[in-house]
């Protein structure tokens, strides 16, 4: 069983930045969790459904949701059972939870992204 923990949230300003991480493991012996799937970031803002906000395929395939494009950047190392998702520009409508998912399986717990002045 695949465990995701997201860190790296906090409070910034708005036209600021934050880079978040998501460490994959699993209890018996991890080697490479992470190489051989699509790796996403999704976000759910209060009252709202969760969104799609980028993903990151085995070969390298980026994607990104309109709303982030040009701002955002998914990243992952494989050696590190590590995804990031870079976020600059950020703007009071990105506050949100932010979750990471391995495959179309596991998710992490989260972690909280505030956008204020």
């Known amino acids: 069983q695949v465990q995701l923990v997201e860190s790296g949230g906090g409070l910034v300003q708005p036209g600021g930045s934050l880079r978040l991480s998501c460490a994959a493991s699993r209890n018996i012996a991890s080697g490479n969790i992470i190489s051989g799937y699509t790796m996403g970031w999704y976000r759910q803002a209060p009252g709202k459904q969760r969104e799609w906000v980028a993903s990151?395929?085995?070969?390298?395939?980026?994607s990104y949701a309109d709303s982030v494009k040009g701002r955002f950047t998914i990243s992952r190392d494989n050696r590190k059972n590590t995804v990031y998702l870079q976020m600059n520009n950020l703007k009071p409508e990105d506050t949100a939870v932010y979750y990471c998912?391995?495959?179309?399986?596991?998710w992490g717990q989260g972690t909280q992204v505030t956008v204020s002045s």
């Open positions: 998912r391995w495959g179309v399986g596991a």
């Open positions: 990151s395929t085995p070969g390298g395939t980026t």
